[in-house]
Protein backbone atom coordinates (compact mmCIF):
# COMPACT_ATOMS: atom_id res chain seq x y z
CA UNK A 1 0.00 0.00 0.00
CA UNK A 2 2.66 1.87 1.33
CA UNK A 3 4.83 1.51 -2.28
CA UNK A 4 1.66 2.21 -4.41
CA UNK A 5 1.33 5.22 -2.83
CA UNK A 6 4.77 6.58 -3.19
CA UNK A 7 4.76 5.45 -6.66
CA UNK A 8 1.17 7.39 -7.21
CA UNK A 9 2.30 10.23 -5.76
CA UNK A 10 5.61 10.31 -8.16
CA UNK A 11 3.60 9.86 -11.08
CA UNK A 12 1.34 13.19 -10.00
CA UNK A 13 4.77 15.13 -9.43
CA UNK A 14 6.18 13.97 -12.64
CA UNK A 15 3.35 15.46 -14.04
CA UNK A 16 3.47 18.66 -12.45
CA UNK A 17 7.31 19.08 -13.70
CA UNK A 18 6.47 18.18 -16.88
CA UNK A 19 3.47 20.54 -17.44
CA UNK A 20 5.95 23.41 -15.24
CA UNK A 21 8.60 23.34 -18.12
CA UNK A 22 6.13 22.91 -21.09
CA UNK A 23 5.13 26.21 -23.20
CA UNK A 24 1.24 27.07 -22.56
CA UNK A 25 0.61 27.08 -26.38
CA UNK A 26 2.04 23.52 -26.55
CA UNK A 27 -0.22 22.22 -23.69
CA UNK A 28 -3.22 24.11 -25.47
CA UNK A 29 -2.98 22.66 -28.50
CA UNK A 30 -2.58 19.13 -27.01
CA UNK A 31 -5.64 19.80 -25.01
CA UNK A 32 -7.50 20.38 -28.48
CA UNK A 33 -6.22 17.95 -29.86
CA UNK A 34 -7.35 15.37 -27.03
CA UNK A 35 -10.95 15.87 -26.37
CA UNK A 36 -10.54 15.82 -22.74
CA UNK A 37 -12.69 18.10 -20.86
CA UNK A 38 -11.60 21.71 -19.86
CA UNK A 39 -14.44 22.54 -18.02
CA UNK A 40 -13.37 23.45 -14.06
CA UNK A 41 -14.12 26.00 -11.41
CA UNK A 42 -11.33 28.00 -10.15
CA UNK A 43 -10.98 27.53 -6.31
CA UNK A 44 -7.74 29.91 -6.12
CA UNK A 45 -6.11 32.22 -8.40
CA UNK A 46 -4.93 31.77 -11.40
CA UNK A 47 -2.77 34.24 -9.08
CA UNK A 48 0.97 34.87 -10.06
CA UNK A 49 3.21 35.68 -6.64
CA UNK A 50 6.51 35.27 -5.51
CA UNK A 51 8.99 32.21 -4.12
CA UNK A 52 12.40 33.21 -2.82
CA UNK A 53 15.18 31.14 -4.20
CA UNK A 54 17.62 29.31 -1.92
CA UNK A 55 20.98 28.48 -2.89
CA UNK A 56 23.69 26.64 -0.55
CA UNK A 57 26.65 28.17 0.85
CA UNK A 58 29.59 26.87 -1.06
CA UNK A 59 27.56 24.76 -3.11
CA UNK A 60 26.22 22.37 -0.18
CA UNK A 61 26.40 23.80 2.91
CA UNK A 62 23.74 25.88 5.22
CA UNK A 63 20.93 27.63 2.91
CA UNK A 64 20.79 31.40 1.99
CA UNK A 65 18.38 33.10 -0.28
CA UNK A 66 19.21 34.14 -3.40
CA UNK A 67 16.62 36.26 -4.96
CA UNK A 68 13.12 35.91 -6.07
CA UNK A 69 11.04 34.37 -9.09
CA UNK A 70 7.65 34.89 -10.56
CA UNK A 71 5.29 31.91 -9.99
CA UNK A 72 1.72 31.21 -11.20
CA UNK A 73 -0.65 28.90 -9.33
CA UNK A 74 -4.05 27.92 -9.38
CA UNK A 75 -6.52 25.26 -7.99
CA UNK A 76 -9.34 24.12 -9.40
CA UNK A 77 -12.34 21.93 -8.80
CA UNK A 78 -14.22 19.81 -11.87
CA UNK A 79 -17.32 18.68 -12.01
CA UNK A 80 -16.48 15.87 -10.80
CA UNK A 81 -15.58 17.45 -7.24
CA UNK A 82 -11.82 16.55 -7.95
CA UNK A 83 -9.55 19.18 -7.08
CA UNK A 84 -6.24 19.88 -8.76
CA UNK A 85 -3.35 22.61 -8.44
CA UNK A 86 -0.99 23.82 -10.58
CA UNK A 87 2.62 25.43 -9.99
CA UNK A 88 5.00 26.84 -12.46
CA UNK A 89 7.40 29.75 -12.71
CA UNK A 90 6.58 32.48 -14.97
CA UNK A 91 3.45 34.57 -15.35
CA UNK A 92 1.17 32.69 -17.48
CA UNK A 93 -2.64 32.73 -16.19
CA UNK A 94 -4.02 29.82 -18.73
CA UNK A 95 -0.88 27.60 -18.25
CA UNK A 96 -1.81 27.16 -15.06
CA UNK A 97 -5.93 26.82 -15.28
CA UNK A 98 -4.89 23.93 -17.98
CA UNK A 99 -2.02 22.30 -15.75
CA UNK A 100 -4.27 22.61 -12.58
CA UNK A 101 -7.51 20.75 -14.58
CA UNK A 102 -4.74 17.80 -15.59
CA UNK A 103 -3.84 17.09 -12.18
CA UNK A 104 -7.30 16.86 -11.48
CA UNK A 105 -8.19 15.14 -14.14
CA UNK A 106 -5.10 12.95 -13.70
CA UNK A 107 -6.22 11.57 -10.06
CA UNK A 108 -9.10 10.50 -11.50
CA UNK A 109 -8.20 6.50 -12.56
CA UNK A 110 -10.36 6.43 -15.49
CA UNK A 111 -8.89 9.64 -16.67
CA UNK A 112 -4.89 9.24 -15.94
CA UNK A 113 -4.29 7.12 -18.69
CA UNK A 114 -5.56 9.96 -21.56
CA UNK A 115 -3.60 13.09 -19.41
CA UNK A 116 -0.21 10.39 -19.82
CA UNK A 117 -0.03 9.66 -23.53
CA UNK A 118 -2.05 12.60 -24.58
CA UNK A 119 -0.38 15.42 -22.89
CA UNK A 120 2.39 14.29 -20.32
CA UNK A 121 3.92 11.97 -23.12
CA UNK A 122 4.00 14.18 -25.59
CA UNK A 123 5.35 17.29 -24.00
CA UNK A 124 8.08 14.90 -22.23
CA UNK A 125 9.05 13.92 -25.52
CA UNK A 126 9.77 16.95 -26.58
CA UNK A 127 11.27 18.19 -23.84
CA UNK A 128 13.34 15.36 -23.46
CA UNK A 129 14.49 16.68 -27.26
CA UNK A 130 15.53 20.26 -26.69
CA UNK A 131 17.01 19.01 -23.58
CA UNK A 132 19.05 16.04 -25.30
CA UNK A 133 19.95 18.83 -28.26
CA UNK A 134 21.32 20.98 -25.55
CA UNK A 135 23.30 18.41 -23.72
CA UNK A 136 24.70 17.41 -27.32
CA UNK A 137 25.76 21.42 -28.43
CA UNK A 138 27.49 21.77 -24.86
CA UNK A 139 29.52 18.29 -25.44
CA UNK A 140 30.58 19.96 -28.66
CA UNK A 141 32.45 22.22 -26.93
CA UNK A 142 34.36 20.02 -24.60
CA UNK A 143 38.32 20.19 -24.21
CA UNK A 144 39.85 17.46 -25.31
CA UNK A 145 43.53 17.45 -24.03
CA UNK A 146 46.23 16.20 -26.01
CA UNK A 147 50.07 16.43 -24.97
CA UNK A 148 52.64 17.93 -27.12
CA UNK A 149 56.37 16.23 -26.50
CA UNK A 150 59.05 18.59 -26.77
CA UNK A 151 62.50 17.91 -26.55
CA UNK A 152 64.95 14.50 -26.87
CA UNK A 153 64.30 13.47 -23.29
CA UNK B 1 7.07 80.88 7.82
CA UNK B 2 6.47 78.17 5.49
CA UNK B 3 6.28 79.19 1.94
CA UNK B 4 5.03 75.68 0.07
CA UNK B 5 5.81 76.22 -3.27
CA UNK B 6 3.79 73.84 -6.75
CA UNK B 7 4.48 74.20 -9.91
CA UNK B 8 5.84 72.19 -12.91
CA UNK B 9 3.06 69.90 -13.59
CA UNK B 10 2.32 70.33 -16.89
CA UNK B 11 6.24 70.41 -17.52
CA UNK B 12 6.46 67.23 -15.66
CA UNK B 13 3.87 65.26 -17.94
CA UNK B 14 4.96 67.07 -21.30
CA UNK B 15 8.58 65.60 -20.22
CA UNK B 16 7.19 62.51 -19.51
CA UNK B 17 5.15 62.18 -22.89
CA UNK B 18 8.67 63.31 -25.03
CA UNK B 19 10.44 60.44 -23.24
CA UNK B 20 8.02 58.02 -24.26
CA UNK B 21 8.73 59.50 -28.12
CA UNK B 22 12.55 59.80 -27.75
CA UNK B 23 12.24 55.88 -26.18
CA UNK B 24 10.40 54.72 -29.42
CA UNK B 25 12.87 57.10 -31.74
CA UNK B 26 12.58 57.38 -35.54
CA UNK B 27 8.93 55.95 -36.44
CA UNK B 28 10.75 54.03 -39.06
CA UNK B 29 12.34 51.70 -37.38
CA UNK B 30 10.96 48.83 -36.24
CA UNK B 31 9.75 49.06 -32.50
CA UNK B 32 11.42 46.22 -30.45
CA UNK B 33 9.37 43.34 -29.27
CA UNK B 34 10.32 42.18 -26.20
CA UNK B 35 10.86 38.26 -27.52
CA UNK B 36 13.87 39.81 -29.08
CA UNK B 37 15.39 41.62 -26.11
CA UNK B 38 15.25 37.91 -24.26
CA UNK B 39 16.53 36.18 -27.06
CA UNK B 40 19.34 38.66 -28.03
CA UNK B 41 20.33 40.50 -25.50
CA UNK B 42 20.39 37.76 -23.40
CA UNK B 43 22.72 38.63 -20.82
CA UNK B 44 21.66 42.00 -20.17
CA UNK B 45 18.19 40.52 -19.43
CA UNK B 46 19.97 38.19 -17.29
CA UNK B 47 22.38 41.33 -15.38
CA UNK B 48 18.67 42.76 -14.68
CA UNK B 49 16.99 39.79 -13.53
CA UNK B 50 19.84 39.55 -10.83
CA UNK B 51 20.16 42.78 -9.77
CA UNK B 52 16.53 43.33 -10.06
CA UNK B 53 16.70 39.99 -7.73
CA UNK B 54 13.67 38.54 -9.73
CA UNK B 55 13.69 35.79 -11.96
CA UNK B 56 11.67 36.67 -14.81
CA UNK B 57 12.52 37.24 -18.27
CA UNK B 58 9.81 39.22 -19.91
CA UNK B 59 9.63 41.45 -17.08
CA UNK B 60 13.38 41.78 -17.22
CA UNK B 61 13.18 42.82 -21.01
CA UNK B 62 10.43 44.79 -21.10
CA UNK B 63 12.34 46.64 -18.10
CA UNK B 64 15.35 47.25 -20.46
CA UNK B 65 12.92 48.58 -23.04
CA UNK B 66 11.02 51.05 -20.89
CA UNK B 67 14.34 52.36 -19.20
CA UNK B 68 15.92 52.92 -23.07
CA UNK B 69 18.67 50.35 -22.11
CA UNK B 70 20.03 52.17 -18.49
CA UNK B 71 20.36 49.15 -16.60
CA UNK B 72 20.22 50.23 -13.30
CA UNK B 73 16.85 52.26 -14.39
CA UNK B 74 15.77 48.71 -15.59
CA UNK B 75 17.01 47.11 -12.09
CA UNK B 76 15.23 49.55 -10.24
CA UNK B 77 11.48 48.92 -12.13
CA UNK B 78 11.91 45.21 -11.66
CA UNK B 79 12.53 46.03 -7.49
CA UNK B 80 9.68 47.96 -7.95
CA UNK B 81 7.68 45.48 -9.46
CA UNK B 82 8.74 43.14 -6.89
CA UNK B 83 7.00 44.72 -3.79
CA UNK B 84 3.91 44.70 -5.87
CA UNK B 85 3.54 40.32 -5.38
CA UNK B 86 2.23 37.97 -2.71
CA UNK B 87 5.18 35.86 -1.60
CA UNK B 88 4.13 32.01 -1.91
CA UNK B 89 7.00 30.82 -0.16
CA UNK B 90 10.87 29.70 -0.24
CA UNK B 91 12.17 27.39 -2.29
CA UNK B 92 13.82 23.99 -1.47
CA UNK B 93 17.58 25.02 -1.69
CA UNK B 94 18.80 24.01 -5.34
CA UNK B 95 21.53 21.46 -5.98
CA UNK B 96 23.89 22.77 -8.33
CA UNK B 97 25.45 19.16 -8.44
CA UNK B 98 22.34 18.29 -10.95
CA UNK B 99 22.27 21.26 -12.82
CA UNK B 100 22.14 20.77 -16.77
CA UNK B 101 25.13 21.87 -17.49
CA UNK B 102 25.85 24.48 -20.48
CA UNK B 103 29.32 25.58 -19.57
CA UNK B 104 31.84 24.21 -16.73
CA UNK B 105 35.38 25.15 -16.30
CA UNK B 106 37.79 24.98 -13.90
CA UNK B 107 41.51 26.56 -13.24
CA UNK B 108 42.87 24.11 -10.95
CA UNK B 109 42.02 20.61 -12.23
CA UNK B 110 42.72 19.80 -15.74
CA UNK B 111 41.18 16.51 -16.31
CA UNK B 112 38.29 16.24 -13.71
CA UNK B 113 35.12 14.63 -13.92
CA UNK B 114 32.95 15.70 -16.43
CA UNK B 115 35.85 17.69 -17.97
CA UNK B 116 36.09 21.42 -19.03
CA UNK B 117 32.73 22.26 -21.35
CA UNK B 118 33.41 26.06 -22.75
CA UNK B 119 29.84 26.30 -23.74
CA UNK B 120 28.41 29.64 -25.48
CA UNK B 121 31.84 31.50 -23.43
CA UNK B 122 33.43 34.91 -25.04
CA UNK B 123 36.77 33.85 -23.67
CA UNK B 124 39.04 32.86 -26.57
CA UNK B 125 37.59 35.45 -29.08
CA UNK B 126 39.33 37.96 -30.42
CA UNK B 127 37.32 40.66 -29.41
CA UNK B 128 36.71 42.15 -33.07
CA UNK B 129 34.33 43.74 -33.92
CA UNK B 130 32.08 41.57 -36.51
CA UNK B 131 30.90 43.49 -39.57
CA UNK B 132 29.10 40.44 -40.80
CA UNK B 133 27.09 40.55 -37.44
CA UNK B 134 25.52 44.14 -38.82
CA UNK B 135 24.91 42.86 -42.19
CA UNK B 136 22.75 40.67 -40.52
CA UNK B 137 24.32 37.04 -41.75
CA UNK B 138 22.99 33.55 -41.41
CA UNK B 139 24.66 31.59 -38.23
CA UNK B 140 26.00 28.28 -38.72
CA UNK B 141 23.59 26.16 -36.63
CA UNK B 142 26.01 24.45 -33.36
CA UNK B 143 28.43 21.64 -33.66
CA UNK B 144 27.04 18.39 -31.59
CA UNK B 145 29.00 15.42 -30.03
CA UNK B 146 26.54 12.48 -29.25
CA UNK B 147 28.38 11.34 -25.90
CA UNK B 148 26.67 9.42 -23.49
CA UNK B 149 26.04 11.53 -20.44
CA UNK B 150 28.53 11.78 -17.57
CA UNK B 151 27.96 12.94 -14.41
CA UNK B 152 29.76 16.36 -13.20
CA UNK B 153 30.74 16.89 -9.46
CA UNK B 154 31.65 20.12 -8.19
CA UNK B 155 35.02 20.81 -7.92
CA UNK B 156 34.73 21.13 -4.22
CA UNK B 157 33.36 17.64 -3.64
CA UNK B 158 36.23 16.18 -5.54
CA UNK B 159 39.00 18.31 -3.22
CA UNK B 160 37.50 17.63 -0.07
CA UNK B 161 38.54 14.46 0.61
CA UNK B 162 42.00 15.34 1.23
CA UNK B 163 41.27 17.09 4.17
CA UNK B 164 43.43 20.84 2.49
CA UNK B 165 40.11 22.77 1.97
CA UNK B 166 37.49 24.01 4.04
CA UNK B 167 34.16 22.09 3.89
CA UNK B 168 31.09 23.84 1.99
CA UNK B 169 29.89 26.76 4.98
CA UNK B 170 27.89 25.48 7.62
CA UNK B 171 25.85 27.35 10.02
CA UNK B 172 24.40 26.33 13.05
CA UNK B 173 21.66 23.78 12.76
CA UNK B 174 19.33 26.18 14.48
CA UNK B 175 19.81 28.84 11.89
CA UNK B 176 17.31 30.38 9.74
CA UNK B 177 18.58 31.81 6.35
CA UNK B 178 18.02 35.59 7.42
CA UNK B 179 16.12 37.71 4.75
CA UNK B 180 17.49 41.38 3.62
CA UNK B 181 14.01 41.96 1.82
CA UNK B 182 12.34 41.33 5.56
CA UNK B 183 14.72 42.49 7.84
CA UNK B 184 16.78 45.41 8.54
CA UNK B 185 20.51 45.32 7.68
CA UNK B 186 22.84 44.78 10.77
CA UNK B 187 26.79 44.48 11.66
CA UNK B 188 28.17 42.46 11.97
CA UNK B 189 26.22 39.78 9.54
CA UNK B 190 26.32 36.23 8.93
CA UNK B 191 27.69 34.73 5.87
CA UNK B 192 23.91 33.62 4.35
CA UNK B 193 22.85 37.47 4.40
CA UNK B 194 25.77 38.71 2.87
CA UNK B 195 25.68 36.39 0.56
CA UNK B 196 21.80 37.52 -0.71
CA UNK B 197 23.26 40.70 -0.37
CA UNK B 198 26.00 40.15 -2.71
CA UNK B 199 24.26 37.62 -5.33
CA UNK B 200 21.88 41.15 -5.97
CA UNK B 201 24.73 43.72 -5.88
CA UNK B 202 26.09 45.75 -8.83
CA UNK B 203 28.44 44.41 -11.02
CA UNK B 204 31.02 47.31 -11.28
CA UNK B 205 31.18 47.54 -7.44
CA UNK B 206 31.45 43.88 -6.87
CA UNK B 207 34.26 43.49 -9.82
CA UNK B 208 36.00 46.80 -8.38
CA UNK B 209 36.56 45.87 -5.35
CA UNK B 210 37.27 41.73 -6.33
CA UNK B 211 40.03 43.59 -8.81
CA UNK B 212 40.96 45.38 -5.51
CA UNK B 213 41.77 42.45 -3.80
CA UNK B 214 44.03 40.62 -6.51
CA UNK B 215 45.58 43.80 -6.57
CA UNK B 216 46.78 43.56 -2.89
CA UNK B 217 44.35 45.18 -1.06
CA UNK B 218 43.32 42.32 1.26
CA UNK B 219 45.44 39.78 -1.11
CA UNK B 220 44.15 36.16 -1.58
CA UNK B 221 45.88 33.88 -3.88
CA UNK B 222 42.53 33.25 -5.71
CA UNK B 223 41.81 30.29 -7.90
CA UNK B 224 38.96 29.02 -10.13
CA UNK B 225 37.98 25.87 -8.54
CA UNK B 226 34.87 26.14 -10.58
CA UNK B 227 32.54 28.06 -12.39
CA UNK B 228 29.41 26.00 -13.68
CA UNK B 229 26.65 27.35 -15.88
CA UNK B 230 23.48 26.11 -16.85
CA UNK B 231 19.48 25.15 -15.24
CA UNK B 232 18.75 23.66 -12.05
CA UNK B 233 15.27 22.40 -11.21
CA UNK B 234 13.08 24.59 -8.52
CA UNK B 235 10.91 23.12 -5.91
CA UNK B 236 8.34 24.47 -3.17
CA UNK B 237 7.07 22.95 -0.29
CA UNK B 238 3.28 24.01 -0.01
CA UNK B 239 0.58 22.79 2.57
CA UNK B 240 -2.14 21.65 -0.13
CA UNK B 241 0.30 18.81 -1.27
CA UNK B 242 1.97 15.92 0.07
CA UNK B 243 5.44 16.17 -2.06
CA UNK B 244 7.65 19.25 -2.99
CA UNK B 245 5.62 20.77 -6.52
CA UNK B 246 8.67 20.99 -9.26
CA UNK B 247 8.01 24.67 -10.87
CA UNK B 248 10.57 24.67 -13.57
CA UNK B 249 13.98 25.16 -13.82
CA UNK B 250 15.91 28.47 -13.90
CA UNK B 251 19.44 29.41 -15.47
CA UNK B 252 22.07 30.32 -12.50
CA UNK B 253 25.99 30.78 -12.73
CA UNK B 254 28.09 28.91 -9.76
CA UNK B 255 31.43 30.14 -9.12
CA UNK B 256 33.65 28.21 -6.44
CA UNK B 257 36.87 30.60 -5.46
CA UNK B 258 39.61 28.77 -4.14
CA UNK B 259 42.31 30.50 -1.66
CA UNK B 260 45.49 29.79 -0.75
CA UNK B 261 45.58 30.59 3.12
CA UNK B 262 48.69 30.41 5.32
CA UNK B 263 46.50 29.99 8.45
CA UNK B 264 46.13 32.13 11.70
CA UNK B 265 45.28 32.08 15.08
CA UNK B 266 41.98 30.88 14.19
CA UNK B 267 42.25 28.05 11.03
CA UNK B 268 45.17 26.29 10.25
CA UNK B 269 46.84 26.44 7.01
CA UNK B 270 44.24 25.29 3.96
CA UNK B 271 42.42 26.32 1.40
CA UNK B 272 39.81 28.59 2.13
CA UNK B 273 36.94 29.22 -0.33
CA UNK B 274 34.72 31.93 -1.51
CA UNK B 275 31.03 31.45 -3.07
CA UNK B 276 29.03 33.07 -6.03
CA UNK B 277 25.82 32.21 -6.77
CA UNK B 278 23.57 34.47 -9.47
CA UNK B 279 20.40 34.67 -11.78
CA UNK B 280 21.37 33.95 -15.06
CA UNK B 281 24.59 33.61 -17.12
CA UNK B 282 26.82 36.09 -15.53
CA UNK B 283 30.41 34.62 -14.82
CA UNK B 284 32.09 38.25 -13.80
CA UNK B 285 29.73 39.00 -11.23
CA UNK B 286 30.05 34.93 -9.58
CA UNK B 287 33.50 35.54 -9.85
CA UNK B 288 33.24 39.14 -8.28
CA UNK B 289 31.34 37.95 -5.48
CA UNK B 290 32.84 35.00 -4.64
CA UNK B 291 35.70 36.98 -4.01
CA UNK B 292 34.03 39.67 -2.20
CA UNK B 293 32.64 36.95 -0.19
CA UNK B 294 35.86 35.43 0.59
CA UNK B 295 37.54 39.07 1.35
CA UNK B 296 34.53 39.52 3.53
CA UNK B 297 35.23 36.28 5.38
CA UNK B 298 38.64 37.96 7.32
CA UNK B 299 37.01 38.36 10.86
CA UNK B 300 35.82 34.61 10.71
CA UNK B 301 39.57 33.47 9.66
CA UNK B 302 41.28 35.53 11.73
CA UNK B 303 42.76 38.15 9.23
CA UNK B 304 43.80 41.41 9.62
CA UNK B 305 41.25 44.00 8.15
CA UNK B 306 43.18 46.49 5.92
CA UNK B 307 41.28 47.09 2.33
CA UNK B 308 37.64 48.17 1.77
CA UNK B 309 37.11 44.94 0.38
CA UNK B 310 37.22 43.60 3.97
CA UNK B 311 35.08 45.72 5.26
CA UNK B 312 31.56 44.18 5.79
CA UNK B 313 29.41 47.47 6.40
CA UNK B 314 31.33 49.30 3.57
CA UNK B 315 30.69 46.27 1.02
CA UNK B 316 27.43 45.42 2.02
CA UNK B 317 26.04 49.06 2.45
CA UNK B 318 27.42 49.88 -0.84
CA UNK B 319 26.62 46.97 -3.28
CA UNK B 320 23.31 47.88 -3.97
CA UNK B 321 22.72 50.20 -6.98
CA UNK B 322 19.25 50.97 -6.36
CA UNK B 323 19.71 52.10 -2.94
CA UNK B 324 22.99 53.67 -4.56
CA UNK B 325 21.34 55.78 -7.61
CA UNK B 326 18.25 56.74 -5.19
CA UNK B 327 20.65 58.56 -3.09
CA UNK B 328 22.90 60.00 -5.37
CA UNK B 329 20.33 61.26 -8.18
CA UNK B 330 18.41 62.48 -4.80
CA UNK B 331 20.37 65.56 -5.13
CA UNK B 332 18.80 66.77 -8.33
CA UNK B 333 15.35 66.98 -7.06
CA UNK B 334 14.37 70.60 -5.69
CA UNK B 335 16.53 71.61 -2.73
CA UNK B 336 15.75 75.24 -3.36
CA UNK B 337 14.64 76.07 0.66
CA UNK B 338 17.97 73.79 2.01
CA UNK B 339 20.01 75.93 -0.73
CA UNK B 340 18.46 79.15 0.72
CA UNK B 341 19.36 78.48 4.27
CA UNK B 342 22.44 77.59 3.60
CA UNK B 343 23.47 80.23 0.93
CA UNK B 344 22.36 82.64 3.88
CA UNK B 345 24.42 80.79 6.33
CA UNK B 346 27.21 81.36 4.02
CA UNK B 347 26.90 84.74 3.39
CA UNK B 348 26.71 85.81 7.41
CA UNK B 349 30.17 83.41 7.76
CA UNK B 350 31.73 85.19 4.90
CA UNK B 351 30.87 88.83 5.86
CA UNK B 352 32.52 87.57 9.56
CA UNK B 353 35.33 86.16 7.91
CA UNK B 354 36.07 89.30 5.93
CA UNK B 355 35.32 91.41 9.26
CA UNK B 356 38.04 89.20 11.06
CA UNK B 357 40.26 90.14 8.03
CA UNK B 358 39.78 93.65 8.40
CA UNK B 359 40.45 93.64 11.72
CA UNK B 360 43.71 91.55 11.68
CA UNK B 361 45.18 94.23 8.82
CA UNK B 362 44.12 97.35 11.29
CA UNK B 363 45.90 95.64 14.20
CA UNK B 364 49.00 94.65 11.77
CA UNK B 365 49.18 98.45 10.49
CA UNK B 366 48.89 99.90 14.16
CA UNK B 367 51.47 97.60 15.02
CA UNK B 368 54.38 98.72 12.02
CA UNK B 369 53.35 102.10 12.85
CA UNK B 370 54.27 101.59 16.45
Request: charged content about 30%.
Amino acid sequence: MRGQEAREQAGRKALMATLAHAESDEIARLWNESGLPSEAEFLRGPETGLVTVRGRIGGGGAPFNVGEATVTRATVRLPSGKVGHSYALGRDKDKARLAAIADALWQDPARREAIETKIAAPLRAALDAARETRRVETAATKVDFFTMVRGED
Amino acid sequence: MYVAVKGGEAAIANAHRLLADRRRGDRSVPALRLDQIVEQLALGVDRVMSEGSLYDRELAALAVVQARGDMIEAIFLVRAYRTTLPRFGYTNPLDTGAMQVERRISATYKDLPGGQVLGPTFDYTHRLLDPELAAGAEVETPAQRPVEPEAMPRVSAILAHEGLIEADGEMPLDHVPGDITREPLQFPMARDIRLQALSRGDEGFLLALGYSTQRGYARNHPFVGEIRIGEVELELDVPELPFAVPLGAIRITECQMVNQFKGSAKAPPQFTRGYGLVFGQSERKAMAMALCDRALRAGELGEDIVAAAQDEEFVISHCDNVQATGFVEHLKLPHYVDFQAELGLVRRMRAEYEARENEDRAEEKREAAE
